[in-house]
């Protein structure tokens, strides 16, 4: 991954202010005192966020509907001229169905892209919980570890506490994966009347054996995108 791609993939991957969480109860215990805090980012603060690395003309994103009851979300970067795709879904909530299933969608196309993703790492937090209708809500919004939050916390410093991230298992790319690549670029060689070697330099990608998964993901995309263009022209002649 070249430098550029380094920045904002950090960018991208930053703690946001604790203004920009929310939280909900996951699982209670069984006397329903206490509920499993779990943490997650606003759709606005995920705007914001692509707003600020792409600029408001930089990215989108697009909703599909799947399997009559869930929504898939779509958000597209563009880089170096080239638009990359991301998905993800979520089922329709008990409230507000539909809305709630495409908010949820966002979020999670947005952890895809890295934005948020840290918050999987948070500790799990038991809080004291209140009734709230037929479900509860917490009575107390939790503390982060310093880590989970900027490193210019200007915010309420007690909302932190200090603690070292963990450490995060590096995903290699699947044989799979590294197969599809090898297989596409020399198809596309042969139809291009070109060598492989300049399909692996245009791509700007680490050796095969260093490639992690998401990184040989985006690298099918593309090349998937490639040699639907050189179907189009072969066709043409």
């Known amino acids: 991954m070249n430098d550029k791609a380094q920045e904002i993939m950090k960018r991208l991957q930053d703690p946001f202010p604790y203004s920009d969480i929310e939280w909900r109860v996951g699982s209670t215990s069984k006397d329903k005192k206490k509920g499993l805090a779990l943490a997650y980012i606003t759709n606005r603060a995920i705007q914001t966020r692509l707003d600020e690395v792409f600029g408001p003309f930089g990215w989108r994103n697009e909703y599909k509907e799947w ?67 037929k479900s509860y809500t917490l009575a107390s919004k939790p503390t982060l570890p310093a880590w989970a939050l900027p490193s210019d916390n200007s915010e309420d410093p007690n909302q932190s506490y200090t603690e070292q991230p963990p450490e995060e298992e590096t995903i ?61 022209k072969a066709a043409q002649t």
Do not use: H
């Open 172 to 232: 290699m790319a699947t044989e799979e994966q590294l197969e599809n690549i090898k297989t596409t670029i020399n198809e596309l060689a042969v139809m291009r009347d070109t060598t492989t070697e300049s399909f692996y330099k245009a791509l700007r990608v680490p050796a095969l054996d260093q490639l992690t998964a998401e990184q040989a993901q985006v690298a099918i995309k593309t090349l998937e995108k490639w040699f639907k263009q050189a179907q189009e």
């Open 67 to 133: 399997k009559g009851n869930s929504q898939l979300c779509g958000i597209s970067i563009k880089y170096e001229g080239e638009w990359i795709t991301k998905w993800d879904g979520a089922s329709d909530s008990n409230q507000e169905a539909v809305k709630g299933g495409l908010s949820d969608s966002m979020k999670r196309a947005a952890y895809q892209w890295g934005i948020g993703r840290y918050l999987y790492k948070i500790p799990t937090i038991w809080c004291p919980i209140k009734p709230a209708g």
